[in-house]
């Protein structure tokens, strides 16, 4: 959007804003973000009822605003809410207009949303709840979209077993957010990612399917997994 046009008083903003969410196409497009579950602009102008080149247009606008966000995973583009406080906002005028947003619905088999292989790494909704506690426990830290790990994560990993200094010599990246296709939210990625796949293999938390990327991790194998990394 041309810096001319952008409104430079609170009034004007809000205004701005209330004019993105007031149509009723990318009202349900943000509606439909409010689970945390990232989307396609294919998925989103089904969910709007809009053709594709309308759901861009409406999906520029909303990024131009400063209330979605892009995320580039391969070959697919997500679109997710831009942060907490956009979601909190849209929250609060839910409950105004009394109603609730609509729930995510994977269609990912079972078998392969639990758990399974992302290149050389973890995922499916295992992984996404690893990744989610290693940054609630504050292990992992966000650096400006590259992970690093605390004082306390470098020697909890330590104590796993996991060389940190030698993964951090490596010519990849040592630690990202790696959007999951079938949970629309992050697993952990990069060096550090496929460090923790080897460490769940050797442990026998988790185990390989044959001529699949479904991994096999039984209950008793998942919460070793996860209380290994949050009992220390």
Same mark, same amino acid.
């Given at each position: 959007?041309?810096?001319?046009?952008?409104?430079?008083?609170?009034?004007?903003?809000?205004?701005?804003?209330?004019?993105?969410?007031?149509?009723?196409?990318?009202?349900?497009?943000?509606?439909?973000?409010?689970?945390?579950?990232?989307?396609?602009?294919?998925?989103?102008?089904?969910?709007?009822?809009? *053709?594709?080149?309308?759901?861009?247009?409406?999906?520029? =606008? @909303?990024?131009?605003? %400063?209330?979605?966000? +892009?995320? /580039?995973? $391969?070959?697919?583009?997500?679109?997710?809410?831009?942060?907490?406080?956009?979601?909190?906002?849209?929250?609060?005028?839910?409950?105004?207009?009394?109603?609730?947003?609509?729930?995510?619905?994977?269609?990912?088999?079972?078998?392969?949303?639990?758990?399974?292989?992302?290149?050389?790494?973890?995922?499916?909704?295992?992984?996404?709840?690893?990744?989610?506690?290693?940054?609630?426990? *504050?292990?992992?830290?966000?650096?400006?979209?590259?992970? =690093? @790990?605390?004082?306390? %994560?470098?020697?909890? +990993?330590? /104590?796993? $077993?996991?060389?940190?200094?030698?993964?951090?010599?490596?010519?990849?990246?040592?630690?990202?957010?790696?959007?999951?296709?079938?949970?629309?939210?992050?697993?952990?990625?990069?060096?550090?990612?496929?460090?923790?796949?080897?460490?769940?293999?050797?442990?026998?938390?988790?185990?390989?399917?044959?001529?699949?990327?479904?991994?096999?991790?039984?209950?008793?194998?998942?919460?070793?997994?996860?209380?290994?990394?949050?009992?220390?």
């Amino acid at each position: 959007m041309d810096d001319s046009t952008v409104p430079h008083t609170a009034d004007g903003r809000l205004a701005q804003l209330a004019g993105a969410i007031a149509e009723p196409a990318r009202a349900r497009m943000l509606c439909s973000l409010l689970d945390g579950h990232a989307r396609t602009a294919t998925e989103l102008a089904a969910l709007a009822e809009v *053709g594709a080149s309308t759901a861009s247009a409406h999906l520029s =606008r @909303l990024r131009d605003d %400063g209330l979605l966000s +892009m995320v /580039a995973q $391969g070959k697919h583009r997500y679109y997710r809410l831009a942060s907490p406080e956009v979601g909190r906002a849209l929250e609060a005028l839910l409950v105004v207009a009394g109603v609730q947003a609509t729930p995510f619905t994977p269609s990912t088999p079972d078998r392969l949303r639990h758990a399974r292989t992302c290149y050389d790494h973890m995922a499916g909704t295992v992984a996404v709840a690893l990744h989610d506690q290693l940054h609630a426990k *504050g292990w992992l830290l966000d650096d400006g979209g590259e992970y =690093r @790990l605390s004082e306390a %994560g470098a020697a909890g +990993m330590a /104590a796993l $077993g996991i060389d940190v200094p030698q993964l951090q010599q490596q010519r990849r990246r040592f630690a990202c957010a790696c959007l999951d296709w079938s949970e629309r939210r992050a697993h952990l990625g990069g060096a550090l990612g496929a460090a923790i796949l080897q460490l769940a293999l050797r442990q026998r938390w988790a185990e390989r399917e044959l001529d699949s990327r479904a991994l096999r991790i039984a209950p008793d194998g998942e919460r070793r997994l996860l209380a290994a990394f949050c009992d220390r």
